[in-house]
């Protein structure tokens, strides 16, 4: 067996060849791992869609997974993220004898790819693969703002991009600034009336509606904020670190370029 920290700086014991029994709790990962080192997953969430020919045992939601169903599978290692998953399910794992590797909430895209990047290196023992390199590459630049949007990811209540966000660093460097990049919150609640305040009076210039958590589309979002421009985007190229980042950059900032 050997021994590492996950990045909360707790301990996982793996075996001493890479683990080829993984369970995923976090879609993004699931991704990154099936690209990387395909075959090892025996069990994922319902919302693990990408790729979306994977075949494997499914476990239920990310908050809430059926735990019981995971440890009946028994996997040398199950992967979770410190915002994505409850800790009392991590804690519940654990204490069923499951090793558990949490990955931190990154703030900033290179953050998510050194995550990545270790993940490859220390779990998995593998190089890094050419999806990865590949996205280190292209998120290097930062292009300077060009315009300021409000970057709701839910409503009934409306829940916005705050502070500290990996989203909000990719929308930052393809140039889009976020109106609540200042908040003392990571996802601020501001009420209707505030949104449609900072979008008249210049503060913002326009709204960014992703797909997810909230399905914004033509007709469920905008007719809140009557007259603003608006750009509906997928939120897995804005909100998920693995394999997409690759082309992300490009199809984010071509369809974002309608608000400048």
Not at 1 to 30: F, K
Not at 96 to 124: H, K, M, N, Q, Y
């Amino acid at each position: 067996m050997r021994l590492i920290e996950d990045e909360l700086g707790d301990p996982v014991h793996l075996p001493d060849t890479a683990p080829t029994a993984v369970v995923s709790l976090v879609p993004s990962l699931t991704e990154s791992i099936e690209a990387t080192v395909p075959g090892v997953l025996v069990g994922a969430t319902d919302y693990c869609v990408h790729p979306p020919d994977l075949v494997t045992t499914r476990i239920g939601g990310s908050k809430y997974p059926k735990v019981d169903q995971v440890i009946e599978l028994r996997p040398q290692l199950v992967v979770a993220n410190v915002e994505e998953n409850r800790a009392e399910d991590v804690q519940r794992l654990r204490a069923a004898g499951i090793e558990v590797w949490v990955s931190a909430a990154p703030a900033t895209v290179p953050a998510a790819l050194a995550s990545l990047r270790r993940l490859c290196a220390d779990v998995f023992g593998v190089p890094a693969p050419d999806w990865l390199t590949g996205a280190e590459r292209e998120w290097q630049r930062v292009e300077p703002i060009r315009v300021t949007a409000v970057v709701p990811v839910w409503r009934r209540p409306w829940v916005v991009l705050g502070r500290d966000t990996f989203a909000g660093d990719v929308l930052r460097r393809i140039g889009v600034g976020n109106a609540y990049s200042e908040s003392d919150e990571r996802y601020p609640r501001p009420d209707l009336a505030q949104l449609r305040t900072i979008l008249a009076d210049g503060r913002a210039n326009g709204l960014v509606l992703p797909d997810e958590p909230y399905p914004f589309t033509d007709d469920d979002g905008p007719e809140a904020f009557p007259t603003v421009r608006y750009v509906l985007i997928s939120g897995r190229h804005l909100t998920w670190w693995g394999p997409s980042l690759w082309i992300a950059r490009t199809l984010l900032a071509d369809v974002c370029a309608a608000l400048a």
